[in-house]
C-alpha cells in the first residue's frame, strides 16, 4: 500500500505562485509514475500533468503548458508541482497520484485508472 500525503495550497491572488508536494511511502519511489490531477467545484477531476520516472518524461495539460512544472526529488519520496501565473480557473483540489507496479504508457498518462493509488487532495484558490 502506497500513501500520498499533499501539502502546500492555499490562497493566492492571480499572476501568483505555488508550489505543491506530495510525499509518498514506498522504497522505490524513483520507479513511481506520479501524477497531478483537479477538481474545480462542479466539474470533473482532470488530469494537470505526469512524471512518469526514470527518465519516462515529463507531460503536462494544455491548459498548464508553461505555467506549471512537475519535478520530484527521490531522497525524499516527493513530487511537487510548481504552480506560476495562476489565473482564477486553476482553482481546485489538486491531487497527487501513483502507478507504482506498473508504468502507463505515454498515451495513457492522462487517465485516472491507471493510478491506484491517490491522496487526500489539497485546496487551491486563485482570486482575481
Known amino acids: 500500500q502506497v500513501q500520498l500525503v499533499e501539502s502546500g495550497g492555499g490562497l493566492v491572488q492571480a499572476g501568483g505562485s505555488l508550489r505543491l508536494s506530495c510525499e509518498a511511502s514506498?522504497?522505490?519511489?524513483?520507479?513511481?509514475?506520479l501524477g497531478w490531477f483537479r477538481q474545480a467545484p462542479g466539474k470533473e477531476r482532470e488530469w494537470v500533468s505526469t512524471?512518469?520516472?526514470?527518465?519516462?518524461?515529463?507531460f503536462y495539460a494544455d491548459s498548464v503548458k508553461g505555467r506549471f512544472t512537475i519535478s520530484r526529488d527521490n531522497t525524499k519520496n516527493t513530487v511537487y508541482l510548481q504552480m506560476n501565473n495562476l489565473r482564477p480557473e486553476d482553482t481546485a483540489v489538486y491531487y497527487c497520484?501513483?502507478?507504482?507496479?506498473?508504468?502507463?504508457?505515454?498515451?495513457?498518462?492522462?487517465?485516472?485508472?491507471?493510478?491506484?493509488?491517490w491522496g487526500q487532495g489539497t485546496q487551491v484558490t486563485v482570486s482575481s
Open positions: 497520484a501513483a502507478a507504482v507496479n506498473s508504468r502507463p504508457i505515454v498515451s495513457a498518462v492522462a487517465l485516472q485508472q491507471m493510478y491506484p493509488y
Open positions: 514506498g522504497r522505490t519511489f524513483r520507479s513511481y509514475t
Open positions: 512524471d512518469r520516472g526514470s527518465g519516462g518524461g515529463t
